[in-house]
Structure formats: structure tokens, C-alpha cells
């Protein structure tokens, strides 16, 4: 099984690929780093909802994608979710 991956973007303009531990429309876990190295960040949606971002070791990190991107895109994975509601 092949974990999903995300694109980050870093203050500094630099793009960080994280793994995605679970991904929902109010928060996304990731966890950057492989074995005793890793970190985990929660990434919460902005204010006006059209990105995510959160801190890694007290840098800022931000994964550019709206909330209903993100729903669809967890809608599209597995729709049996979509229909439970």
C-alpha cells in the first residue's frame, strides 16, 4: 500500500513532501521524516479556509488547498463515506 503524500510550502518558498496520517476537512496529521527521525504536525484550515498550515519544530508550513478541495478529494478516494451521512 502506497501512503499518500502532500506538498508543503515553507515561509522561505521551499516544498517539503509530508505523509499523511489521516486527512480530514478540519484538520490534516502528517508526519515528516522516516524512522526515529519523524515529526508529526496537525494542520489546521486558515481563517478564510482556502489553505492549511501549522508549525513543524517552530517553523511555519502551509499546504495550499481550500477545504472543499480537500473534501472532494476525500470524497473521490472513498464515496462510501460521503453516502454514511
Not at 496529521?29 to 515529526?39: A, F, S
Request: charged share 25%.
Amino acid at each position: 500500500m502506497n501512503p499518500e503524500t502532500i506538498k508543503l510550502r515553507t515561509v522561505n518558498g521551499q516544498t517539503i513532501e509530508a505523509v499523511v496520517l489521516s486527512k480530514r476537512a478540519s484538520g490534516i496529521e502528517i508526519v515528516l521524516g522516516e524512522g526515529i527521525h519523524n515529526v508529526k504536525c496537525s494542520l489546521a484550515p486558515t481563517r478564510n479556509g482556502m489553505a492549511y498550515a501549522g508549525s513543524i519544530l517552530g517553523r511555519e508550513v502551509v499546504y495550499e488547498r481550500s477545504r472543499e478541495q480537500v473534501q472532494a478529494d476525500i470524497d473521490r478516494v472513498n464515496p462510501a463515506l460521503r453516502k454514511s451521512r
